[in-house]
């Protein structure tokens, strides 16, 4: 045991310091940094898009990187109250919540199935990739990597169809974007390649009709072109679906109303249990 109070104060400052370890952020009285960048000269020179990909990636992005990442980013912001996620902020909000109450209940219903296909597609295309790296030939490749994910997941190939949109209309403009981005070597183009192969395979299968890739599917295909890992590209959908999550808890703040629930109150759902019956007698 030390006798050394000075050295005893040192170990217990060391370990409280050590409690707590990141690359991310180092702070001090008059200073911020962010991976090592002083946060004055982020300010103004830096945008949202790229700061994303400091935080997350530890080092700054060409500014053409962070354009492709700032239309992914926006492209998926909303997609209006027949959403989960959005009706739920709505629904949070004639609550009498805050719009951050509002907000979080929102966010925490994007899962794997509301929320997680763009997770999933990454999945998909770097299995896809990584099945060609280690020497099968792309077009088995694809049907493997297909599998699987279906195999995982279920029928639904996550990236690609759309309940309402025959074409989702907001995939063909992201990909137009990757392809531009790889001839000017911004990207390497591998995974739109590899998306398109999928929609052409999921076409083979359905005997010509064609399933498109709809918004989660190209932002995975940005995504992984970027080096995403795929948990990420679900992080990066939150905090895109946030934007709209928060327009719409606003709108609805500002609209009023008071507990509304999914359908109007004149409406009510289909009850299909046991029929009308009274309790029985307790001495019976």
């Not at 997350?56 to 990442?69: D, I, K, M, N, S």
Request: neutral net charge; charged residues 20%.
């Amino acid at each position: 045991m030390s006798t050394n109070p000075s050295q005893d104060a040192q170990q217990v400052r060391q370990g409280v310091q050590d409690w707590w370890r990141t690359s991310i952020i180092d702070m001090a009285p008059g200073e911020i940094r962010y991976r090592g960048y002083p946060i004055q000269e982020l300010i103004g020179r830096v945008s949202f898009a790229q700061m994303i990909w400091l935080m997350t990636r530890g080092e700054l992005p060409t500014e053409p990187q962070g354009r492709l990442l700032d239309a992914a980013l926006m492209s998926a912001v909303d997609h209006g109250p027949q959403a989960p996620s959005i009706a739920i902020a709505r629904m949070a909000a004639t609550c009498g919540v805050g719009l951050n109450n509002a907000m979080a209940s929102a966010v925490n219903v994007l899962g794997d199935v509301h929320g997680g296909a763009g997770e999933q597609a990454v999945e998909m295309y770097l299995d896809i990739a990584a099945r060609i790296d280690g020497g099968q030939e792309p077009a088995a490749a694809v049907r493997a990597g297909l599998d699987a994910a279906i195999a995982t997941y279920g029928k639904f190939v996550s990236g690609f169809g759309h309940r309402f949109h025959p074409i989702d209309p907001r995939a063909p403009r992201l990909l137009e974007l990757v392809d531009e981005a790889a001839q000017a070597g911004v990207v390497n183009g591998r995974f739109a390649q590899i998306a398109r192969a999928v929609e052409d395979e999921l076409a083979q299968r359905k005997g010509g009709k064609r399933i498109p890739l709809n918004i989660d599917g190209a932002t995975a295909v940005i995504y992984a072109e970027l080096g995403f890992p795929a948990p990420l590209a679900r992080g990066l959908f939150c905090l895109s679906r946030s934007v709209g999550i928060l327009a719409h808890a606003w709108e609805q703040s500002q609209q009023g109303g008071r507990n509304k629930g999914p359908i109007p109150r004149e409406y009510l759902w289909r009850y299909d249990g046991p029929a009308q019956r009274s309790v029985p007698d307790s001495n019976s």
